[in-house]
């Protein structure tokens, strides 16, 4: 099965709102409800800050936020903070026991 | 507290073979399905496939399908990927992830550190 599509990079001012998106196709996102995102820093393991399209995990600020239309996931980031620039990858189940990821989008907090 | 504890990083030779682990704790490890997760330095993520814990029940993903072995020992709460020959492409940090796997949810919500398996050619 093919990735999902995601900007190789985006960049934002602190305080700023930013959304990054992550394109699938009618075999992924346009059908199951099991988006998710992570965040990695260098060096780091990925942390899950999205599950479910839209569910955050206890202890992840409500600063992220997230939605699906149609086959195109997107993850908000408001009050962009200097801690935020990662990695950011986006993850759908694709069927038979298959999960695909995105790229993955490096944003960068000016 | 949950932890995966993967084993250290591994600089072998093309064609040679490669066994790397992940040892959990902190949970009913037979309760959950693992995954390895690939990322290529530089690059994005690549879930290379799942195994029940309890059972050993493994589901590859197609880019991955016999191009290694994944496997499991409960009786030690430790997953285990495998490669019999290497290829210099195989370098790559190989992650292990607890996935949360049922008919309404599917994703990873604990990691391990990551192994750096490193080939030369």
């Known amino acids: 099965q093919s990735g999902l599509t995601q900007p190789a990079s985006m960049s934002g001012s602190p305080g700023q709102s930013i959304t990054l998106s992550c394109t699938g196709s009618?075999?992924?996102?346009?059908?199951?409800?099991?988006v998710s995102w992570y965040q990695q820093h260098p060096g780091e393991a990925p942390k899950v800050i999205i599950f479910?399209?839209?569910k955050r995990p206890s202890g992840v600020s409500n600063r992220f936020s997230a939605s699906k239309s149609g086959n195109t996931a997107s993850l908000t980031i408001s009050g962009l903070q200097a801690e935020d620039e990662a990695d950011y990858h986006c993850?759908?189940?694709?069927?038979?026991?298959?999960?695909?990821f995105g790229g993955g989008t490096k944003l960068t907090v000016l | 507290e949950v932890q995966l504890e993967q084993s250290g990083a591994e600089v072998k030779k093309a064609g040679e073979s490669v066994t790397i682990s992940c040892t959990n704790s902190?949970?009913?490890?037979?309760?959950?399905?693992i995954a390895w997760v690939r990322q290529v330095p530089g690059k994005g993520l690549e879930c290379m496939g799942i195994?029940?814990?309890?059972?050993?029940?493994?589901r590859y993903s197609p880019s991955f399908q016999g191009q290694v072995t994944i496997s499991v020992d409960k009786s030690i709460r430790t997953a285990y990927l495998q490669w019999s020959s290497l290829k210099a492409s195989d370098t790559a940090m190989y992650y292990c992830?607890?996935?949360?796997?049922?008919?309404?949810?599917?994703?990873?919500?604990?990691w391990g550190r990551g192994t750096l398996v490193t080939v030369s050619s």
């Open positions: 992830a607890r996935v949360v796997y049922s008919s309404t949810s599917w994703y990873f919500d604990f």
């Open positions: 902190g949970y009913t490890f037979t309760y959950y399905w």
């Open positions: 195994i029940y814990a309890d059972d050993s029940d493994t």
């Open positions: 009618s075999s992924d996102i346009g059908t199951y409800n099991l």
């Open positions: 479910e399209v839209n």
């Open positions: 993850s759908s189940y694709a069927g038979n026991s298959n999960l695909v």
